[in-house]
C-alpha cells in the first residue's frame, strides 16, 4: 500500500461515510476496533479484505496498515486502546461477533469521544469485558500470492456469477485443478467452495447495503436459488438478507 499515513494515537470517535467512499491506507500505534452502526464497512491490509456488517466488529492490532472503504452509508464507530490495552490478546486483525449490549457499548462510548468522566470510564470498563467475553465470527477473503492462484481469484471475485468448477477455471487459465486444490489450502487456509462462498458473500453485503433486492442479490451472485442464499446468508452473520437495511 503506498503512501501510508502514520497516525500515532488510534482516535475514538464516530463518521458518516458515503457509499463508496473510503479512507486510504495509514497505521496506528494503538489498537482499532471498527464498527458499521449501518451499512457495511471493508478494511483491507496486506493480507486480504475483512468485512463487517452490523453484527461484527474488527479488531485492527497497533501497527497494522488498513484501509477502510464504506458500501451504502457507513455510520462508522472507531474505538481506539493503548497498545498495552489487549483485552483480546489478539496480533493479527480478527472479526469478533457483536450482540446487542456489546453494541449499544460501541455506540454511547464512541458518541462523546471528549467525554472524560468517570461514567465514561466506568462505560470503558464495561465495553472491555464484553470484548473479553466476544467470539471471533471470521468474513475473511485472504488474498493469494502465487500469481496462478491469483488470477483464478480474479476470475471467481469479478463474476461472483460464474458458476465454473475449479478444474474449469483452471483450464481456462492453464493450472492443473490439483494444483490449485493444493494452493487454495496451502496459501488461503479453505477450500475453494470456501473462498467462493466467502467472495459472494462480500459482494451480498456490498449489493445489499446498496439496496438491491433480495432475489437479485441472489441471482447475481451466483446462489442456484434465493432461499439457497438466504440460508447461507443466515449462517454466516445471523439474521436473514431481507433484514440487513433494517439493522441500525
Not at 465470527?137 to 480474479?154: I, K, M, S, T
Request: net charge positive; proline share 8%; hydrophobic share 40%.
Amino acid at each position: 500500500m503506498p503512501d501510508i499515513r502514520h497516525t500515532p494515537k488510534a482516535p475514538t470517535r464516530a463518521r458518516t461515510l458515503a457509499a463508496g467512499e473510503g479512507i486510504d491506507a495509514h497505521r496506528h500505534d494503538e489498537h482499532q476496533i471498527i464498527y458499521a452502526g449501518s451499512g457495511v464497512v471493508a478494511v483491507t491490509t496486506d493480507a486480504g479484505t475483512w468485512f463487517a456488517p452490523g453484527t461484527r466488529a474488527l479488531w485492527v492490532p497497533a501497527g497494522t496498515v488498513h484501509a477502510h472503504r464504506a458500501h451504502g452509508t457507513l455510520d462508522l464507530h472507531l474505538v481506539g486502546l493503548p497498545a498495552e490495552d489487549n483485552p483480546l490478546g489478539l496480533d493479527a486483525p480478527t472479526v469478533l461477533g457483536v450482540g446487542p449490549l456489546l453494541r449499544e457499548l460501541i455506540l454511547a462510548y464512541t458518541r462523546s469521544p471528549e467525554d472524560t468522566s468517570a461514567e465514561r470510564g466506568r462505560l470503558r470498563a464495561v465495553l472491555r469485558d464484553q470484548l473479553r467475553a466476544c467470539p471471533q465470527a471470521p468474513v475473511h477473503l485472504p488474498a493469494p500470492g502465487d500469481p496462478r492462484l491469483a488470477a483464478v481469484c480474479a476470475l471467481v471475485h469479478d463474476h461472483p456469477e460464474d458458476p465454473r468448477t475449479l478444474a474449469a477455471l483452471g483450464a481456462a487459465t492453464g493450472v492443473g485443478e490439483r494444483t490449485l486444490s493444493r494452493l487454495f489450502r496451502s496459501e488461503l487456509g479453505m477450500t475453494f467452495p470456501q473462498w467462493r462462498t466467502q467472495s459472494r458473500l462480500f459482494h451480498a453485503l456490498r449489493m445489499l447495503a446498496d439496496g438491491l433486492p433480495v432475489t437479485s442479490v441472489a441471482h447475481r451472485c451466483g446462489w442456484a436459488s434465493t432461499s439457497a442464499f438466504i440460508d447461507v446468508f443466515r449462517r454466516a452473520f445471523g439474521y436473514t438478507p431481507g433484514t440487513h437495511n433494517r439493522r441500525g
